[in-house]
DNA sequence: ATCAATCATATTGCGCACAATTAAATGTGA
DNA sequence: TCACATTTAATTGTGCGCAATATGATTGAT
């Protein structure tokens, strides 16, 4: 339960070596080791990617999640703030400032549906269809850090997307 | 290059539907398909796993960023800034205000290292080194969402580990 | 018609995540 | 010893990411 410490140390002190015994590894110590993490490795690896797209998204004017809503709106436009919410698996207080910023950066265009006053719709702007093109040579740009085979792209997304069960929001 | 779009549309109006053209598609467009995105993969995998872990953290409380740091220092402690900020891939920007979160929280001591006077120590408290026994639950309550046999755990880990190149900061 | 429940978005508050800058301490060479 | 570059954190500013809450619109039951 308790370490075998130095038991000079005070109540309130500082841990100079904070070991992990025996019985606390067979309890699930093991398990706590970073390296050993599945999901540390995802959140690393996210940060990461992250951080190589800034300089390809920073000749775009958009940051990574703003590149990711205009993904979904080059695929189909106009949609709803709810559509987008969905697609990205993202909510709306982090989406309506987003949408405000590229709204202001005059990408988009956001208005109230006039069928249903509670649904913002969001539309591309003609520059917002146009900065498509140049984005299409950000993909394989990026896909030059990664280490791996083009051919095994497809199944390690599909594995990962697997990972968890499908939305239970 | 261009979309063969209704030629009546004003130029500065919004466009109905941004359709890709074939030509789009050969020069990359099939790859900004966001369902066909490893990144975005890793991307929205990692936010539903901070959101699967925050009901656990939060009995600890502690949120998933201040977890991890508490994971490296429970393995060897003290450490400097420095140290953390490498074993967990951010930078003092994020990290100093969250350690001083935690030492608010009485979780960790801060203190300038006597020998270096730019180095900040980063050491655990009683409290804090205790805390490790509540947390020895949580891989185990975490890993019962995921879709994926404890064998094949390892592996994946691994593979995810060595998508990019080691850090080049 | 009215009221309650529900729905869609916005707002607020907190905590990351990082670039850019600042400041202080250390090390190094002339 | 005195520049001067380097190292280490902290600070500042911007942009997510989400819980909790608020606001207003719609639906449905009566």
Redesign the pocket.
């Known amino acids: 339960m308790t370490d075998d410490q130095d038991p000079i140390r005070g109540a309130a002190g500082p841990l100079p070596t904070p070991t992990m015994t025996d019985a606390d590894d067979a309890a699930g110590g093991e398990l706590l080791r970073l390296d050993r993490q599945l999901c540390f490795a995802l959140?690393s690896v996210s940060?990461?990617i992250?951080?190589l797209y800034?300089p390809l998204l920073d000749e775009l004017g958009l940051?990574?999640?703003?590149y990711l809503a205009m993904l979904v709106l080059w695929e189909r436009a106009p949609r709803?703030?709810?559509e987008l919410?969905d697609a990205l698996?993202?909510?709306?207080?982090?989406?309506?400032?987003?949408?405000k910023?590229m709204e202001g950066n005059g990408l988009v265009l956001?208005r109230r549906d006039p069928?249903?006053?509670?649904?913002?719709i969001v539309e591309l702007t003609e520059a917002g269809a146009a900065l498509r093109q140049a984005a299409l040579s950000v993909p394989r740009r990026l896909a030059c850090h990664f280490a791996l085979p083009l051919d095994e792209v497809g199944p390690l997304r599909d594995r990962i997307k697997a990972l968890l069960p499908p939305d239970q929001s």
Do not use: C, F, K
Request: hydrophobic letters at 25%; aromatic letters at 6%; a positive charge.
């Open positions: 959140y940060n990461r992250t951080r800034r940051t990574y999640p703003q709803t703030v709810g919410a698996d993202l909510d709306s207080g982090t989406l309506t400032p987003l949408l910023r956001r069928a249903d006053e509670r649904r913002v």
